[in-house]
């Protein structure tokens, strides 16, 4: 199994919502990435977990909370969001003390109105 | 981070060769080269990676300079499917964990 998988593939949501994206991986791998994409732009790092501990947070609003519960899941808790955090959202993973791939998800593509 | 520089396109025939190039001046000693390409509507994919001495793999081959100040990834013969935007990327490492911040990338364009 070398999938990552995201839920939901597609959100919107209000300003004043709480919402959250699901990551998840059965690889064995212990790091853990959330990326930011918007439209004709390269994905920006948001995030990075390493043994499900936060290593990286690249200065991201506060909106935004990452939560890292087991070896196997990362989540992004979504709240009070504006409307130019519309984007697609991207996990991905990888082995831990290695050079070799990350292992990207298709995305969540999220929408605030 | 350190930088990388690309075209912000090219484009190329099915069936030829193509050669995708990227400068990173700023690159450090233990900084890995990273391929990436996303296709259309899907996340990103690893194509290849090194440090010094140049790579093949069953997609892709990538040359690296012997002063490592730039590299080229090489498509053997390109096909309509290899049309996305390729990102050269220095790979960090912090705690453990790679590190990849994307540039802008090369929009490859194959024409049939």
């Known amino acids: 199994d070398t999938e990552v998988t995201q839920t939901p593939k597609h959100l919107v949501m209000g300003m004043t919502n709480k919402k959250s994206l699901k990551c998840e991986q059965h690889m064995g791998h212990r790091a853990m990435y959330w990326y930011k994409q918007k439209a004709k732009k390269p994905p920006e790092l948001m995030f990075v977990y390493s043994y499900e501990k936060l290593s990286i947070n690249e200065s991201v609003p506060s909106r935004f909370s990452p939560e890292c519960p087991n070896s196997s899941l990362l989540n992004l808790h979504l709240h009070a969001l504006q409307p130019e955090d519309s984007a697609l959202y991207l996990c991905?993973?990888?082995?831990?003390?290695?050079?070799?791939?990350?292992?990207f998800g298709e995305g969540s593509r999220l929408t605030v109105l | 981070d350190a930088k990388t520089t690309q075209p912000n396109s090219m484009e190329s025939n099915e069936e030829e060769p193509v050669h995708l190039p990227c400068n990173h001046s700023?690159?450090?000693?233990?900084?890995?080269i990273h391929w990436y390409r996303q296709l259309p509507s899907q996340g990103p994919e690893y194509v290849i990676h090194?440090?010094?001495s140049n790579v093949n793999n069953r997609m892709a081959s990538l040359a690296i300079a012997e002063d490592r100040k730039s590299s080229t990834l090489i498509l053997h013969r390109a096909t309509l499917r290899d049309a996305a935007v390729y990102y050269c990327?220095?790979?960090?490492?912090?705690?453990?964990?790679?590190?990849?911040?994307f540039g802008q990338g090369t929009r490859l364009t194959i024409n049939p």
């Open positions: 090194g440090l010094t």
């Open positions: 990327i220095l790979r960090d490492v912090v705690q453990g964990a790679q590190k990849l911040v």
């Open positions: 700023t690159i450090s000693g233990t900084d890995y």
């Open positions: 991905a993973s990888s082995q831990v003390q290695r050079t070799g791939e990350l292992f």
